[in-house]
């Protein structure tokens, strides 16, 4: 299995393949594997970083897996920084064993290994609460991986623990099928592929992919290869879209573009927003859209990039509360750029004003207003947020949008609204100014003479 690259790349993308990897085999610490806040936003682990484990007891409880990162600064000082944390509630000699065991398949993820994986198995004995971690000789191995394989093809309820350890023990289902022949081939061309994505053989799933031919088995792929983290996974996507004949129906290709944002990998998921048009079977043009609000939601900092990489069109498209995301995360650079290329609230602005005005002053959103924000006339709501809000300013840029205050006022006694001393004097302001603009358009109507109107 190839190693993960480390330097010059996301921590969140980094962080997303090694824990794939883990996962996949069974690896993953039962309490949790968590990012370090440092890595996310989309920060870049320095080039020529390297990556060191320490494992150890808790203060109060549990054991610890601590993955960390070293570079050297400018000042040629080495720089240690903390870059996902693993923990296992259990605090047996059993239990420490396994977590020093996926240190070890941490350490050999990124700089590789001269063998497999560390060969063991943990037997679940329902007399004992402690496991026990057991190395297994050569024939040992063999007559273990025949009886998972056999397993795995009679009982698919047990497939996922099967799969996990055959990783552990032949480094992937894959090779250890070319290994053994016959029985693997029993299973149908789009499980092995399956497989091979899992395992991140890229020779095996190129050959593979081209076999299956059926739509439904088709998508499948699709989805998981544009869900699998790393360098390999991309390249299985490009297979899967350059390779296919027909387009993919609408609903499989957001659900692998929205995958494929889970992986981190920005490149990934703009080469499958630039093919959207080609790729998916006829396309709705909120389609990217959708794909931008959720990368935004999941990763602010590439969805943020890829929405400044987005058509005008495409951010145009886009569901209305990705406005409102922005607005909460108090980003007003994306607000601005979001309103730039075309995507407004739509018929209702009060879900987005709310926000703006808690984390604006009233100034700044009546600058929006102005300069790009469009509400509809007839959304008195709006104008409530506003007056409830003491944003006098807001309020008088809607009105120059062409709000009338007497709607707004039959409006709100039809639903009975409350409004408190300040929110009416506010509104009692606008009327005053209201009723002076009305009386100096009237007087500028009459008669002129000598450059005075009578």
């Known amino acids: 299995?190839?190693?993960?690259?480390?330097?010059?790349?996301?921590?969140?993308?980094?962080?997303?393949?090694?824990?794939?990897?883990?996962?996949?085999?069974?690896?993953?610490?039962?309490?949790?594997?968590?990012?370090?806040d440092v890595w996310e936003d989309g920060?870049?682990?320095?080039?020529?970083?390297?990556?060191?484990?320490?494992?150890?007891?808790?203060?109060?409880?549990?054991?610890?897996?601590?993955?960390?990162?070293?570079?050297?600064?400018?000042?040629?000082?080495?720089?240690?920084?903390?870059?996902?944390?693993g923990k296992t509630l259990g605090e047996?000699?059993?239990?420490?064993?396994?977590?020093?065991?996926?240190?070890?398949?941490?350490t050999k993820a990124f700089h590789g290994e001269h063998g497999a994986y560390a060969r063991f198995q943990r037997l679940e004995d329902s007399t004992e609460a402690d496991g026990a971690v057991l190395h297994l000789s050569p024939k040992e191995k063999r007559v273990l991986m025949d009886a998972l394989v056999e397993q795995r093809m009679r009982q698919e309820a047990q497939m996922t623990n099967t799969e996990q350890l055959l990783r552990r023990m032949a480094g992937s289902i894959t090779?250890?099928?070319?290994?053994?022949?016959?029985?693997?081939?029993?299973?149908?061309?789009?499980?092995?592929?399956?497989?091979?994505?899992?395992?991140?053989?890229?020779?095996?799933?190129s050959s593979l992919a081209l076999q299956v031919t059926k739509p439904e088995e088709r998508c499948s792929l699709l989805v998981e290869s544009a869900g699998r983290p790393g360098a390999v996974g991309r390249r299985m996507a490009k297979l899967m879209m350059l390779g296919t004949k027909s387009p993919y129906p609408e609903d499989v290709w957001l659900d692998?573009?929205?995958?494929?944002?889970?992986?981190?990998?920005?490149?990934?998921?703009?080469?499958?927003?630039?093919?959207?048009?080609?790729?998916?079977?006829?396309?709705?043009?909120?389609?990217?859209g959708e794909v931008l609000?959720?990368?935004?939601?999941?990763?602010?900092?590439?969805?943020?990039?890829?929405?400044?990489?987005?058509?005008?069109?495409?951010?145009?498209?886009?569901?209305?509360?990705?406005?409102?995301?922005?607005?909460?995360?108090?980003?007003?650079?994306?607000?601005?750029?979001?309103?730039?290329?075309?995507?407004?609230?739509?018929?209702?602005?009060?879900?987005?004003?709310?926000?703006?005005?808690?984390?604006?002053?009233?100034?700044?959103?009546?600058?929006?207003?102005?300069?790009?924000?469009?509400?509809?006339?007839?959304d008195y709501d709006a104008m409530n947020v506003c007056l409830r809000e003491h944003a006098p300013a807001a309020a008088e840029a809607l009105l120059g949008q062409g709000m009338k205050l007497d709607g707004y006022l039959t409006w709100a006694a039809e639903r009975g609204t409350m409004l408190d001393n300040r929110a009416r004097e506010i509104l009692e302001?606008?009327?005053?100014?209201?009723?002076?603009?009305?009386?100096?358009?009237q007087q500028g109507s009459g008669p002129v003479l000598g450059g005075l109107s009578l």
């Open 1 to 36: 299995m190839e190693t993960i690259e480390l330097s010059g790349r996301s921590g969140q993308e980094v962080y997303e393949e090694l824990k794939h990897r883990l996962e996949g085999m069974g690896y993953l610490p039962d309490e949790y594997f968590l990012l370090d």
């Open 92 to 106: 047996s000699s059993s239990d420490m064993d396994r977590m020093f065991l996926i240190s070890s398949a941490i």
């Open 256 to 288: 692998a573009c929205k995958r494929a944002v889970d992986t981190g990998d920005l490149q990934r998921v703009q080469m499958m927003l630039d093919r959207t048009m080609d790729k998916a079977d006829s396309p709705s043009p909120s389609l990217p």
């Open 429 to 441: 302001e606008l009327k005053l100014q209201q009723d002076q603009a009305h009386s100096v358009q």
């Open 43 to 85: 920060k870049v682990v320095p080039r020529d970083a390297d990556l060191f484990c320490t494992t150890d007891y808790g203060a109060s409880e549990g054991i610890y897996l601590d993955v960390r990162l070293i570079w050297y600064g400018e000042d040629g000082k080495p720089v240690i920084k903390t870059f996902a944390t």
């Open 175 to 205: 090779a250890y099928m070319d290994e053994v022949g016959a029985r693997p081939l029993r299973m149908s061309t789009a499980d092995r592929a399956v497989l091979a994505v899992r395992d991140g053989e890229l020779y095996v799933f």
């Open 293 to 378: 609000q959720y990368a935004y939601l999941q990763n602010p900092a590439m969805g943020s990039e890829l929405i400044r990489q987005a058509a005008p069109e495409q951010v145009a498209a886009a569901p209305s509360k990705l406005l409102c995301a922005a607005a909460y995360a108090r980003d007003l650079p994306m607000l601005t750029e979001l309103l730039r290329k075309g995507l407004q609230p739509g018929d209702h602005a009060a879900p987005l004003l709310l926000p703006l005005l808690t984390a604006y002053d009233g100034q700044r959103v009546a600058h929006l207003l102005k300069d790009g924000l469009r509400v509809r006339p007839e």
